[in-house]
């Protein structure tokens, strides 16, 4: 229930905005200059944890970029789990708790890892500080994934030419994952660290082990790119890892519209890519 002086329909209330500061994954020079300015305009920094008094992947990123962290910082408790009533009632408490300062008319920045609409918790806060405060004005600054990070710091493509591309949670499970290989040339697998051994096996039956690349908390101090992914078997891997798999021996359909139906002679494809 939203207290009666958080009300929009109070005429005298103006809200501050809801900002969604995407970090990047890791490396304080891919913050943007926007996202760089909002943490410098005296907005008040909440950042998400699991637990109480946990330590901040996304604030230590600001941290490491030099940035002065402010006195009233505060962290907003989002717990792992499927309780549906403990969720239920964080939620609750961490919309209301953003709710009333934004009351203040100060703006609230929400430091998030990587971008802010990928895979983030900002988009449920937003919405449930919305739900509170229909008025309330919710921006988001956009930012580097941590699969394009990801990508880059392995040096190979996510997608190429008419290439087809897939990010998902790797939670889905083998069968799915097996599935998608046959319709997508590259597969970004998510939150694989629960079913990292079960994804190896299957790589490994597909013949895809080789084109397959393990990144765990790309960016930061403790990066790691493992090519051999075989080796990983076994292994406890970071929560912040994921594998990007390439699968070179993918049929593809005919192109209904687009470059491949045009002339081969006459399609230079780097050009195409330049003009996008
Ligand atoms: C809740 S999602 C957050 C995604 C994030 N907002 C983004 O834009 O990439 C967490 C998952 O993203 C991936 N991830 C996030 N940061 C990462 C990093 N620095 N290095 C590797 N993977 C990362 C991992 O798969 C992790 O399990």
Redesign the pocket.
């Known amino acids: 229930m939203t207290p009666p002086h958080l009300q929009a329909s109070q005429p005298a209330l103006r809200f501050g905005r809801l900002i969604g500061v995407?970090l990047g994954?890791?490396d304080p020079d891919l913050i943007t200059r926007r996202g760089w300015a909002a943490l410098q305009s005296g907005a008040r920094w909440a950042y998400p944890v699991k637990r109480a008094e946990e330590s901040s992947?996304a604030l230590g990123i600001a941290r490491r970029g030099g940035l002065e962290i402010p006195a009233d910082v505060a962290e907003l408790v989002f717990p792992m789990t499927r309780d549906a009533t403990a969720l239920a009632k964080a939620w609750t408490r961490a919309a209301s708790r953003t709710v009333e300062w934004l009351a203040s008319g100060r703006d609230v920045a929400f430091l998030?890892?990587?971008?802010?609409?990928?895979?983030?918790?900002f988009r449920h806060l937003a919405r449930a500080v919305r739900e509170l405060a229909p008025a309330v004005t919710v921006e988001t600054i956009p930012?580097?994934?941590?699969?394009a990070?990801?990508a880059a710091r392995a040096d190979v493509a996510l997608a190429e030419e008419d290439e087809t591309l897939a990010i998902i949670p790797a939670a889905y499970g083998v069968p799915v994952i097996d599935h998608l290989l046959d319709e997508f040339d590259t597969l970004v697998?998510?939150?694989?660290?629960p079913l990292l051994d079960e994804v190896l096996d299957l790589l490994e039956r597909r013949g895809l082990i080789a084109t397959s690349c393990f990144?765990?908390?790309?960016?930061?101090p403790e990066?790691r790119v493992v090519r051999d992914v075989a080796s990983l078997r076994g292994e406890k891997v970071n929560?912040?890892?994921?594998l990007l798999v390439q699968n070179p021996k993918r049929v593809r359909g005919e192109l209904r519209r687009g470059c491949r139906k045009r002339s081969e002679a006459s399609y230079i494809p780097a050009a195409a890519e330049a003009a996008t």
Not at 189 to 193: D, E, N, Q
Not at 215 to 220: A, C, D, N, Q, R
Not at 239 to 242: E, Q
């Open positions: 995407s994954p890791g992947y998030v890892e990587g971008d802010a609409s990928t895979y983030s918790t930012g580097v994934s941590s699969f990070a990801a697998l998510m939150k694989v660290k990144i765990e908390k790309v960016g930061s990066e929560y912040l890892s994921l």
